[in-house]
T-cell receptor, first 113, second 113 residues
Framework: GQQLNQSPQSMFIQEGEDVSMNCTSSSIFNTWLWYKQDPGEGPVLLIALYKAGELTSNGRLTAQFGITRKDSFLNISASIPSDVGIYFCAGHQGIQGAQKLVFGQGTRLTINP | ETGVTQTPRHLVMGMTNKKSLKCEQH?????MYWYKQSAKKPLELMFV???????ENNSVPSRFSPECPNSSHLFLHLHTLQPEDSALYLC????????????FGPGTRLTVT
């Protein structure tokens, strides 16, 4: 099935560094979502974006809905150890009556103290 | 913290056993989902229920049988599973109307021996 291209697949950074990751598609999406998953747990919703160009923050996290509606970006500022985990993007194409999301493969974030 | 609960959290079963996974959401949502998450693979959507009606079956083998008795509860009945069915099974819910944010439970870690 359709999949979002998420990059990078993994990141190894030092504590305190800023992090950037992105998600791209060949198709237009009307909704972009960013999730974080800790080991052995379910994904937790971080940010939801509903308008092209929208920039939304949640604490040290900032996400943007790309103006072309084919991409989205997530930034984490001043990373801390609890930011470790896998970050997933997800999108909805706005097809009326269809509830399913398309997910990226995930970005695994590792932080060296 | 999460409005979606799943039981059991861990399950080990033989290939001839029959077991069931349970999901309950306390968010007043109308859509519920089953996902399979295997190591190093993207999230795989299995089933979607919208207002108790199954609206998506993503070519899932018949050894997985979902049941949605009401909008708050979702079950996944398992029988004659294979070792490759070992994975984290995640339940999620969403409002089911124009908002597509899905909220996940903590998952059931299933091991088939």
């Amino acid at each position: 099935g359709q999949q979002l291209n998420q990059s990078p697949q993994s990141m190894f950074i030092q504590e305190g560094e800023d992090v950037s990751m992105n998600c791209t598609s060949s198709s237009i999406f009307n909704t972009w979502l960013w999730y974080k998953q800790d080991p052995g747990e379910g994904p937790v919703l971080l940010i939801a974006l509903y308008k092209a160009g929208e920039l939304t923050s949640n604490g040290r996290l900032t996400a943007q809905f790309g103006i072309t509606r084919k991409d989205s970006f997530l930034n984490i500022s001043a990373s801390i150890p609890s930011d470790v985990g896998i970050y997933f993007c997800a999108g909805h194409q706005g097809i009326q009556g269809a509830q399913k999301l398309v997910f990226g493969q995930g970005t695994r974030l590792t932080i060296n103290p | 913290e999460t409005g979606v609960t799943q039981t059991p959290r861990h399950l080990v079963m033989g290939m001839t056993n029959k077991k069931s996974l349970k999901c309950e959401q306390h968010l007043g949502h109308n859509a519920m989902y089953w996902y399979k998450q295997s190591a190093k693979k993207p999230l795989e959507l299995m089933f979607v229920y919208n207002f108790k009606e199954q609206t998506e079956n993503n070519s899932v083998p018949s050894r997985f049988s979902p049941e949605c008795p009401n909008s708050s509860h979702l079950f996944l009945h398992l029988h004659t599973l294979q070792p490759e069915d070992s994975a984290l099974y995640l339940c999620a819910s969403s409002q089911g109307l124009q908002l597509y944010e899905q909220y996940f439970g903590p998952g059931t870690r299933l091991t088939v021996t």
